[in-house]
């Protein structure tokens, strides 16, 4: 299985609708976020519901929750964290 959530509705990370979205550098506990491909600090960010379905079926009682999508602006790579993330003024 290759797919363990799913893009819905207005949510979806392609949705050319989206209002102008966010790009800014976060941090996680602390420490800054940067890209593991190119080293970019500069994210935009996409909350996604996780699969409700999927979820269930592996097992996790904390279905539809959302997850962060970190979307990295200079090479695209995509990086998710289950907690949001928080702004980064460094
Ligand atoms: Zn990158």
Redesign the pocket.
């Known amino acids: 299985m290759d797919t363990i959530f799913f893009l819905e509705g207005n949510m979806g990370i392609f949705d050319k609708q989206q209002k102008q979205p966010l790009i800014a550098s976060y941090k996680m506990r602390g420490k800054k976020i940067v ?1 593991p ?4 600090d500069k994210f935009e960010v996409r909350d996604v519901l996780l699969n409700t379905t999927a979820m269930t079926f592996l097992g996790f009682d904390w279905a539809n929750k959302t997850a962060s999508a970190m979307i ?1 602006t ?4 995509i990086e998710w964290y289950f907690n949001q993330p928080e702004f980064s003024n460094d």
């Open positions: 890209c491909y190119c080293g970019s990295c200079n090479c695209s790579r």
